[in-house]
Structures are given as C-alpha cells and as structure tokens.
C-alpha cells in the first residue's frame, strides 16, 4: 500500500472505512491489515442472502459450513470452534494489527495536519455534551465533516469526546456512526498519556468488550461487520496503547 496519506479514503460506506486500492488477498491466510480484514468481512457479509429460513437457527449458527463464516485471522483448526469463538482475534493477527495501527496514525496525524480549517467552524462548545452528541450522531456518510472537525480540536477535546462517546454507546451494539468516530479519535491522539487519560482509554475497551460478548453470543451473518469493528477499535486500545491486559 501506498504510504500516502492521501491515499486513504476516508468517505467510504461501512462501519468503518477501507480504502479504495484495498486487495483481499489469499483468503486462506491472514489478514495483512484492519482494512483488508474489513473489506474479506463485507465480502462475506455480500454473499449472504438477504432472508435466510432455518428451523432451528440456533443449531444451524453452530454447524454451518465454517468457510463462510468472517473469521478474525483464525488457524483452520478454529474453524470448528463455535461462533461465539470468532470474536477472539488470533495472537497473530493482533501482533499483526499493532504495526498496522502504528502506521496508520501516522496517516492520520499527516492528513489532519493538512487538513483546512474553518476560521468559524460550526461545532459545539467544549462544555457541550449534550450539543456533542446531537453534533456526532447527525453525520451520515461525513467522514471529511469528521475529519474537519477532528484537525480544529485540541487533544484535551479530542480526550473528551472520547469519554462522552464511551458514556453514549449501548450495552448491546455499537452503531455505524460510534465506530467511525471511535476509530479517527483513537488514530488522534497522543502516544504519551497521563494516568487519567489511560483508564479513560481503558474504559472504553471494556465497554466495547462487554458489547462484543452480547453480539458474539448471538452471532449472526448479518453483525459479522459489527464484530470486525469491535475487534478493531479494541486492539486499538490494547496494542495501539499497550493495554494487553484487557485481551
């Protein structure tokens, strides 16, 4: 892949975006990166018929033919693991993940920086939770808006919104628009963090952790790509901010 930032698409549809020169690669091995493991899960996920009938969906879930399943860079032999089981990325594919992440915050920091900022951009005050979260959950398809927004903040705003963000999220899915921001504020901030910052960070993992075992316990085709963004912005925490002890 092209290290340019301008290469990266950021107006992309999907939970979260992939670049437009993004490859599949040999689907019998590993992903070689988050964007290239999203894009192998839509694929999947196109491949599904819209109305599936079963009479015992249950049992079907845990017995249907394991290569059509989006697994998270698993060894054959995890493939015969039940479901509930692909929502625990491989040792390798997080080591793999942590290079990924690196690079791609340098991408990130990069277009921020050349990024033109509104000498009055129209976003809330710091204060304004309330008014934050109308602001975050209104843009649909506005990655650019995102991206906009996210040069004009500082770090502390940058920090905040991530806390409001974790305080907003239900305890049972994490929405299209929740796991786009999740991710650019996480590719945002700042390597070195104060105590306080990092269990805010931690927080988060675990919010996102306690939504991975509900959707994974009732694991469908349909929230394949929801199971990828969890599994990405988790390892965002524990391998981007070195929070292993949360795997």
Sequence with gaps: ??????????????????????????????????EQYMLRVRMEAASIPNVVVANNRHQLLLTSNPEKLP????????????????????????????RYFAQQRRHFR????????????????????KEWRTYCYSISDGNCQMLATLAHIDQPMTMRLLKWMTTWLSKDQLRRVEAIWLWYLLLSLDSLLDHEDTHA???????????????????????????????????????????????
């Design 1 to 34: 892949m092209d290290d340019s930032p301008s290469d990266i698409v950021y107006g992309q549809r999907g939970a979260l975006p992939v670049p437009r020169n993004v490859v599949p690669g040999d689907l019998s091995t590993e992903p070689e990166s988050g």
């Design 71 to 98: 697994l998270v860079g698993t060894s054959p032999a995890s493939h015969r693991l039940p479901l509930n089981s692909v929502a625990q990325p491989s040792g390798e594919w997080l080591s793999d993940f942590e």
């Design 110 to 129: 990069a277009a921020l920086a050349a990024t033109n900022i509104a000498a009055n951009p129209d976003v809330p005050g710091i204060s304004q939770a």
């Design 201 to 247: 960070l931690r927080e988060l993992c675990r919010a996102l952790l306690r939504i991975r075992s509900i959707v994974a316990t009732s694991f469908c085709q349909e929230r394949g790509e929801e199971i990828a963004s969890l599994n990405i912005l988790v390892a965002a925490v524990t391998r981007g901010y070195r929070q292993r002890d949360l795997e």
